[in-house]
């Protein structure tokens, strides 16, 4: 029989010390080696205290004193050639004295404010009792856009709109008589409007007079069918009365 079947031993008592699974060895990049070579040459030499190779100086060339200060140009000769100021007096030389001037200042400052404009006062206004003083300038409680030379004259971007609108209407105007003309379309003059408009408020007066002749009591159905039919008459009137003054332009269609 098959081992397995039996899963009870004497061996299994005693105690056996556990053994832990051995570990696969590391891994190792085969360009280790190689990196590592790369590195060390890219370093500077000069990461340490100094170059890594320099010349020890010789004893004999220490530092001596005045060694580091700055040697001076040789000296030249100053030469001027730009112009010289004038000389300064000599002591047998006195100035010239006694010269006086016949001008009055106080007769001329007095004639200058005479004859001169008064200096006028910068126009404010107070908007306070207490006396609150502000600029008038620029508080727009002065009329200046009214006496500019353009004021009130139209926009030249007003004007050249309406002249736009005014080109854009004949043109449409031009395309619906293109448009009627070849829908054999008539279009009624001033004067039959105005006569059409006139029959019909005729029309409505004959049925309004006509209704207003009915009797007051409906009782009938003949009554009531009659009233209705006027009532209709004079609804469909006014409606084509407010039409045709409403539409200053009106076509009618041949047939």
């Given at each position: 029989?098959?081992?397995?079947y039996?899963s009870?031993s ?19 990049s ?16 000069m ?16 530092l ?7 040697t001076?140009p040789?000296?030249k000769?100053?030469?001027?050639s730009?112009?010289r ?14 010269i006086?001037s016949g001008?009055?200042f ?7 404010i ?6 006028k ?8 009792r207490?006396?609150d003083?502000?600029?008038?300038e ?7 856009f009214?006496?500019k ?11 050249k ?5 005014k080109?854009?209407?004949e043109?449409y ?10 829908a ?16 019909l ?7 309004h007079?006509?209704f ?12 009531k069918?009659r009233?209705?039919k ?5 609804k469909?009137?006014e409606?084509?009365i407010?039409?045709?003054e ?5 076509y009618?269609?041949?047939?």
């Amino acid at each position: 029989m098959d081992s397995t079947y039996f899963s009870e031993s004497i061996y299994n008592l005693i105690p056996s010390d556990a053994k832990a699974p051995s570990q696969p060895p590391r891994y190792t990049s085969v360009f280790k080696e190689t990196v590592k070579d790369d590195i060390q040459k890219a370093k500077t030499a000069m990461k340490t205290m100094g170059p890594a190779k320099v010349e020890v100086p010789s004893p004999k060339d220490f530092l001596k004193k005045h060694s580091k200060e700055k040697t001076l140009p040789p000296k030249k000769k100053f030469n001027w050639s730009g112009p010289r100021k004038p000389p300064v007096p000599r002591r047998c030389e006195h100035p010239i004295m006694g010269i006086q001037s016949g001008k009055n200042f106080i007769n001329t400052n007095a004639a200058d404010i005479i004859m001169g404009m008064a200096k006028k006062p910068k126009p404010i206004y107070v908007d306070k009792r207490t006396g609150d003083k502000h600029d008038l300038e620029t508080s727009g409680l002065v009329p200046k856009f009214i006496n500019k030379k353009d004021y009130g004259v139209t926009p030249e971007y007003i004007c050249k709109r309406n002249e736009e609108l005014k080109k854009a209407q004949e043109e449409y105007d031009h395309y619906v008589q293109e448009k009627l003309r070849k829908a054999a379309m008539k279009r009624l003059s001033d004067e039959e409007r105005e006569a059409v408009l006139q029959g019909l408020k005729k029309n409505w007066e004959e049925v309004h007079k006509e209704f207003q002749s009915l009797s007051v009591f409906t009782d009938t159905i003949p009554k009531k069918i009659r009233k209705q039919k006027l009532e209709e008459e004079m609804k469909q009137l006014e409606h084509d009365i407010s039409v045709i003054e409403k539409h200053k332009i009106i076509y009618i269609a041949n047939k």
